[in-house]
């Protein structure tokens, strides 16, 4: 079974402070994601990476970066956050020869910030 | 992307099968059918995907029609765990470049005891 998992179920954090989130996948998998999910708008894909040390914007990149030292791990960074991040952010992965769209998510992590 | 529409909702007994439509008229020939589902609060679970055959695995079976304009995900015995919303997505195929999940607003299904 694919496993993937984040480093927290849920998070408060104040404004202004740097938020990481860590994901980690035993599969193997090339490709990983991070999404954030809101009521009424869905999931939107922040940033993609397809490999180490690789990575690509997504639809909504501002605020966000990523890091991928190690294929199994995957790091959201709220360089200073803000009340409008507040949000459900989920990790996944995928395999490159199976395809990116069969994507294989963690749990989420539900950041507050106050 | 073609456009799928599905049920708002279904009700299901526990233990019996669970069978979703979706409908996916506009769908092109090299466009697959993917399904997920989202538990409450959880992230969402890829189910399984298929291209024009049938598909099985442990989770489910995927009907696709002769013609390609529907489909039909098989839960054969639902339990109480999989009550969740399920989305039909259709996409071409991509083993590069990676593209937004887009969820359309999914069949709610609720097992019942």
């Known amino acids: 079974d694919v496993k993937v998992t984040q480093s927290s179920r849920y998070l408060v954090k104040r404004t202004g402070e740097k938020v990481f989130l860590e994901c980690v996948q035993d599969?193997?998998?090339?490709?990983m994601f991070w999404y954030r999910q809101d009521p009424g708008l869905g999931l939107r894909l922040i940033y993609f990476s397809y490999d180490v040390k690789m990575k690509e914007k997504g639809d909504i990149p501002e605020g966000y970066s990523v890091s991928r030292e190690k294929k199994e791990r995957f790091s959201l960074i709220l360089e200073s956050a803000s009340t409008n991040q507040t949000s459900m952010y989920l990790c996944?992965?995928?395999?490159?020869?199976?395809?990116?769209?069969?994507?294989?998510f963690g749990p989420g992590t539900r950041l507050t910030v106050t | 992307d073609a456009k799928t529409t599905q049920p708002p909702s279904m009700d299901c007994a526990e233990g019996r099968a669970a069978n979703l439509p979706c409908n996916h008229s506009t769908i092109s020939g090299n466009e697959y059918v993917y399904w997920y589902r989202q538990i409450h609060s959880q992230g969402p679970q890829y189910i399984i995907h298929g291209l024009k055959n049938n598909e099985t695995n442990e989770m489910a079976s995927l009907i696709i029609t002769e013609d390609r304009k529907s489909s039909t995900l098989i839960l054969p015995h639902a339990t109480l765990r999989d009550t969740a919303v399920y989305y039909c997505?259709?996409?071409?195929?991509?083993?590069?470049?990676?593209?937004?999940?887009?969820f359309g607003s999914g069949t709610q299904l609720t097992v019942l005891p």
């Open positions: 997505i259709v996409r071409f195929f991509s083993s590069g470049s990676a593209r937004q999940l887009t």
């Open positions: 996944a992965s995928s395999s490159r020869g199976r395809g990116t769209d069969e994507q294989y």
């Open positions: 599969m193997d998998h090339e490709n």
